[in-house]
T-cell receptor, first 114, second 117 residues
Framework: NAGVTQTPKFRVLKTGQSMTLLCAQD?????MYWYRQDPGMGLRLIHY???????AKGEVPDGYNVSRLKKQNFLLGLESAAPSQTSVYFC?????????????FGSGTRLTVV | AQKVTQAQTEISVVEKEDVTLDCVYE???????LFWYKQPPSGELVFLIR??????QNEISGRYSWNFQKSTSSFNFTITASQVVDSAVYFC??????????????FGTGTLLAVQP
């Protein structure tokens, strides 16, 4: 089925460990986004990409890095995980044309840093 | 800067009551889109509606209705005859219309709706 796939779905990390979250979409969307969701905060944009090879900072980029080497994949990296990065992470993608047709979200990754 | 405010953090109603979720937005864009998403306890984000800033007509879909008023920068969501299955967190969100910029989707903080049987 077409859509956005996030891996892994769950992960527990120890403080200081690193990991990469993978987001893959098969809709040929140009734009991709990483959000984090925390209680009472809604979803906040971490980083986004407007095309292959491009990345940009969102609202809460500190502690994260991203890469978009292939159009269909958007990777979110945590180099040295901290308990403050315990959150649910959502990836999304969208069409880049003149009309905003909306966003397709992945099912989320629940990350716990202990 | 764009901003979405959902002042109601939690709402609790009894089944069959009507309930309105408020959403107020800020943007300097003349063209933009507004969205509502539902997040049930299972955690996924379910798309409910997308509304263009040029279309101020109210919309009704079954028990759901949306009231868009540009004059007050509001896009409120009403559930008629609420049901237990409506229990979820509801997010209002705002985005620029044109992909020439970033198409970033800005979310409100969400409203937790609890429908009691």
């Amino acid at each position: 089925n077409a859509g956005v796939t996030q891996t892994p779905k769950f992960r527990v990390l120890k403080t200081g460990q690193s990991m990469t979250l993978l987001c893959a979409q098969d809709m040929n969307h140009e734009y991709m986004y990483w959000y984090r969701q925390d209680p009472g905060m809604g979803l906040r944009l971490i980083h986004y990409s407007v095309g292959e090879g491009t990345t940009a900072k969102g609202e809460v980029p500190d502690g994260y890095n991203v890469s978009r080497l292939k159009k269909q994949n958007f990777l979110l990296g945590l180099e040295s995980a901290a308990p403050s990065q315990t959150s649910v992470y959502f990836c999304a993608s969208s069409y880049s044309g003149p009309i905003n047709y909306g966003y397709t979200f992945g099912s989320g990754t629940r990350l716990t840093v202990v | 800067a764009q901003k979405v405010t959902q002042a109601q953090t939690e709402i609790s109603v009894v089944e069959k009551e009507d309930v309105t979720l408020d959403c107020v937005y800020e943007t300097r864009d003349t063209t933009y889109y507004l969205f509502w998403y539902k997040q049930p306890p299972s955690g996924e984000l379910v798309f409910l509606i997308r509304r263009n800033s040029f279309d101020e007509q109210n919309e009704i879909s079954g028990r759901y209705s949306w009231n868009f008023q540009k004059s007050t920068s509001s896009f409120n969501f009403t559930i008629t005859a609420s049901q237990v299955v409506d229990s979820a967190v509801y997010f209002c969100a705002l985005s620029e219309a044109y992909g020439g910029a970033t198409n970033k989707l800005i979310f409100g903080t969400g409203t937790l709706l609890a429908v009691q049987p």
